[in-house]
């Protein structure tokens, strides 16, 4: 399952129709909204996170009161859990974005001792390559950051195995879809120097996320 830039903007309008018919509408006519404007989730997947996000655990209130003032009319929706109208359009966000990640081969390297520029000069070389290119890349590169990133990339392979036990890597020709470089936590020392002064030193580390493509899911979509 592939995630964009685009399905977000989807995902917008999805919360600004559901902002208004979410509790009008039965579960499955949500269901059906939700269908009509993301095609990468199945009806099923659809109805059971439409289930969970508007259930009465979250919403005990069912009752929407409209009210009127002269020719115009109010839908009130201020019976989420925290009393404010983005509960409406923001209880389905986290599972609609939990369901895309399901299916997603990805590994994370989270406080690395590497500044991210040089993290990042590593994860240019192999971004957008194909499995076995971008490993043969990284093992024969003299930069210590492309050690991290060669165990960085087995380790979303052997995910990318386990979500798909009855595939081959092979037939489904992996590539690096993605690689981002985040900066972590900094340590700040100092160092002493000459008439007592103190230069600083900045311990600088990073967070690495990688995800794997499908060529084969591509240009079958």
Not at 186 to 212: C, D, E, F, W
């Amino acid at each position: 399952m592939r995630t964009h830039k685009s399905q977000l903007v989807k995902l917008s309008k999805v919360l600004t129709i559901l902002f208004f018919f979410t509790i009008i509408f039965s579960f499955k006519s949500k269901a059906q909204v939700f269908d009509s404007l993301l095609k990468e989730y199945s009806v099923d997947s659809l109805v059971s996170i439409v289930n969970s996000a508007y259930s009465k655990i979250n919403f005990p209130s069912q009752e929407v009161s409209i009210n009127s003032f002269e020719r115009f009319a109010f839908l009130e929706l201020y019976i989420g859990p925290t009393f404010a109208f983005k509960d409406m359009a923001l209880s389905v966000l986290p599972l609609l974005v939990k369901e895309a990640k399901k299916d997603l081969a990805f590994a994370k390297l989270n406080n690395c001792p590497t500044s991210p520029r040089k993290m990042r000069l590593v994860a240019d070389l192999v971004r957008g390559k194909k499995v076995e290119e971008a490993l043969a890349i990284l093992k024969f590169n003299t930069k210590e950051a492309s050690n991290r990133v060669e165990k960085l990339l087995v380790s979303a392979i052997a995910n990318w195995q386990a979500k798909n036990e009855t595939a081959s890597i092979e037939e489904a020709d992996l590539f690096v879809k993605e690689i981002r470089v985040d900066g972590g936590a900094m340590l700040k020392r100092l160092r002493p120097a000459p008439q007592g002064r103190a230069h600083r030193i900045r311990k600088r580390s990073n967070h690495v996320t990688l995800v794997l493509g499908d060529y084969n899911n591509i240009q079958s979509e």
